[in-house]
């Protein structure tokens, strides 16, 4: 069953006794405001009270911006609810409140970030608020370091979200160095895109990252981390979208969060101050995030998820400027000899991350690099 505006009041009403968020009978309005492309998201709203509202999320068994003819698994909703689950339990507020999911037409019904926007707009506006980038680490910290094997074995079979990790490993580890259909990019570019698919030791490096993206089990990982899944208000930062979640390596959480705070860094050449602000971000994301998981006492493997975060955060930004997917703080530059400049910048910075993900061992040493 496909949901419409018209058809969530009827819907969310049959329903009413297992959310019990709004009166039975209360008049609902549905308004779509998804600017995903996967999935379908509505706001829904008491009409006599539009404070009291929700967010429905369903995902079609296609991605929603292709049609029919590209087909998704829809079990990509039941590991975004599990996600909002554990972040409700081990961070109550970081994320928002699951209410009531249905399995069978892939819906979720969640808690409304009424007053929230996304991080990526602050950022483009220039807005750094480095109170952000310290809650995200503080929770990754502590979703990592709760969610170990040794903590509890129980997560990694929940988390076997394997069709939407090999669509993360094609589209963020191959795709972007192969001649591929999906892949775009600046024409200024061609000659180092070129040169990247024929650098051995380039592609060895970003082979071996793909293979410890697909094979390391270390947590709960959201899978899709970047500044796009975050929203906030003030000094409040909430993780949203995690279909992409899986039981994995979890530095690269921090490095797609990296990743896109550096592609902000990019964009905001020529704005010294803005770009001084991002790389205390940068700073402050993994501080809080070593101070958090090192609180359970654990530090054997956090090197290791440095070294890895290094490495995931090159390849994600490379791919934002070749691959499928790329990030509107970059696209959104009009001047083209501009764009091009800071396309050319975050396209070195990537390729020498990856190069040197091993041998970069502190937070200092990776803003060095930009
Ligand atoms: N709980 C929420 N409260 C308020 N707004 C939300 C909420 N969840 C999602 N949104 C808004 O809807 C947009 C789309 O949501 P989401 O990213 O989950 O959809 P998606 O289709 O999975 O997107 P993508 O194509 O990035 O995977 C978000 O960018 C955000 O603006
Ligand atoms: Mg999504």
């Not at 981390?225 to 930062?237: F, K, P």
């Not at 101050?273 to 940068?282: I, N, R």
């Not at 995931?312 to 790329?326: C, N, P, Q, T």
């Amino acid at each position: 069953m496909e949901l419409n505006k018209d058809t969530i009041p009827r819907y969310l009403q049959e329903r009413h006794a297992d959310i019990a968020l709004f009166d039975a009978d209360a008049e609902l309005i549905a308004e779509e405001i998804g600017d995903g492309n996967l999935n379908f998201v509505y706001r829904v709203f008491d009409a006599a009270d539009p404070r009291c509202s929700l967010i429905i999320k369903q995902a079609p068994p296609y991605i929603k911006i292709l049609g029919p003819a590209y087909p998704l698994t829809t079990q990509r909703l039941t590991y975004e609810c599990r996600t909002l689950e554990v972040y409700h339990q081990l961070a109550a507020g970081a994320a928002p409140a699951p209410h009531y999911f249905d399995a069978e037409n892939a819906v979720i019904v969640m808690e409304d970030l009424g007053g929230y926007h996304l991080l990526r707009d602050a950022l483009i506006a220039g807005n750094v608020n480095p109170a952000i980038p310290a809650q995200i680490g503080t929770f990754l910290g502590r979703v990592h370091r709760e969610t170990r094997a040794e903590q509890a074995a129980h997560y990694r079979k929940h988390f076997d979200n394997t069709e939407m990790q090999a669509i993360t490993a094609d589209y963020v580890f191959t795709l972007p160095f192969t001649e591929h259909e999906t892949n775009f990019y600046t024409p200024g570019l061609a000659d180092k895109v070129a040169q990247l698919k024929t650098d051995e030791a380039f592609l060895q490096k970003a082979r071996a990252l793909k293979s410890i993206f697909l094979t390391e089990q270390l947590g709960v990982t959201h899978g899709d981390l970047h500044t796009g899944s975050v929203m906030v208000h003030g000094d409040s930062a909430k993780i949203i979208d995690a279909e992409f979640a899986f039981y994995g390596p979890v530095g690269f959480d921090i490095g797609l969060f990296w990743a896109n705070y550096c592609l902000s860094y990019f964009s905001h050449t020529g704005t010294a101050a803005v770009q001084a602000q991002l790389k205390t971000a940068l700073v402050r994301t993994w501080e809080s995030y070593a101070a958090e998981f090192k609180a359970g006492g654990k530090t054997d493997t956090l090197q290791h998820i440095f070294h890895t975060a290094a490495g995931f955060a090159g390849m994600e930004v490379l791919r934002r400027l070749i691959g499928a997917a790329h990030v509107k703080d970059i696209e959104g530059i009009l001047d083209a000899q501009r764009k091009l400049q800071a396309e050319t910048a975050a396209l070195e910075f990537g390729v020498t991350l990856v190069k040197q993900y091993e041998s970069t061992a502190t937070v200092t040493e990776l803003c060095a690099l930009l």
